[in-house]
């Protein structure tokens, strides 16, 4: 990974200011945080949300920037496109209105809300939270790809009027360094391989198969890392955890334990693509023994091993819908 270029700030106007001078014409920008990769130093008292561009190359072009008009009279969003050869277009009033409607997110998440993010790509699912917590609540995002996590803190950055933190790191069981690799698509797409085993050795094969480039990076466990950062978080209810993690999910889910007995938060959760039967079977056996429910989002309908759906909405035991 490149070495990453820095920018100094010290208070949430600066970011503002930054954030403005990203902003270009005739529908698409170039977002260069740090042209010239001058290395500064974060002064005392910046913002939580750009401590991750210590650690990220800063220089990133986003193909357009969509402005979108916050359905609950919040701040106009601003949604940059990944630039990726494998990535589509999709305009954002559409990945909010599947996500924060067809999947019921608005019915679990309200205004004032902590949110996770884990997996968050170029942030469509994030700001799509960020709109639903509106100003006063909090997204905290994770993303380990290097593909990716520059358009997801420029994301961010151009989106100041929300609280929106980024962290460049994955979210495994267990904190230490993990090995993260590619679908074949040049980083678009990817997942941790470390530990994966413990859902199934065919998905590990099939991954492996596919998976040309690779690369060690540092995971934490979520809820020592709530505790870490307890001055900011450990305190929180957290009330929606969302996670796309091409199939490690389940062995995050099993690690929240102490989060979702203590919150009960609602979950949105991948059921991966390339699950066979056994690995299906571990992910609604690992939802069940955390004491949650798994339902199909678009419809509330309890969910069907046999009808594969690409995502499960679970909640604790005993929620009446």
């Not at 990974?1 to 208070?11: C, D, I, L, Q, T």
């Not at 740090?34 to 990220?56: M, Q």
């Not at 470390?194 to 065919?202: F, H, K, Y």
């Amino acid at each position: 990974m490149p070495s990453a270029a820095r920018v100094e700030v010290s208070s949430h106007t600066e970011v503002e200011q930054i954030a403005g001078s990203l902003l270009g014409t005739e529908g698409s920008i170039e977002v260069a945080l740090s042209a010239a990769r001058e290395e500064a130093t974060l002064s005392p008292g910046a913002p939580d949300s750009v401590n991750a561009l210590e650690r990220v190359q800063t220089d990133v072009v986003l193909a357009e920037v969509e402005q979108f008009v916050s359905p609950g009279g919040g701040p106009d969003l601003l949604y940059g496109h990944l630039v990726h050869p494998y990535e589509g277009s999709r305009a954002f009033a559409d990945i909010y209105r599947y996500f924060a409607e067809q999947c019921r997110w608005r019915r679990f998440v309200n205004r004032g809300d902590f949110v996770i993010d884990v997996g968050a790509h170029s942030g469509d699912t994030t700001l799509v939270l960020a709109e639903l917590v509106g100003v006063t609540g909090s997204v905290l995002a994770f993303d380990p790809n290097p593909a990716v996590l520059p358009t997801l803190l420029a994301n961010a950055m151009i989106n100041d009027s929300y609280d929106i933190e980024v962290e460049g790191l994955a979210v495994a069981a267990t904190s230490g360094t993990v090995v993260f690799t590619d679908h074949s698509n040049l980083m678009c797409n990817g997942g941790v391989l470390t530990g994966l085993e413990g859902v199934g050795n065919a998905v590990v094969d099939r991954i492996e198969a596919l998976s040309p480039e690779r690369l060690e990076v540092e995971a934490v466990n979520l809820v020592e890392y709530l505790m870490a950062r307890k001055d900011r978080f450990a305190e929180r209810r957290v009330s929606f955890i969302k996670t796309d993690c091409e199939g490690f999910d389940a062995l995050i889910v099993g690690s929240l334990q102490p989060i979702l007995t203590r919150d009960r938060p609602a979950l949105f959760v991948e059921w991966f693509e390339w699950f066979n039967l056994d690995e299906t079977e571990m992910l609604f056996s690992t939802i069940d023994s955390v004491g949650y429910q798994a339902y199909e989002p678009e419809t509330l309908n309890l969910a069907n091993r046999s009808r594969k759906v690409s995502d499960l909405l679970c909640l604790p035991k005993g929620t009446v819908l």
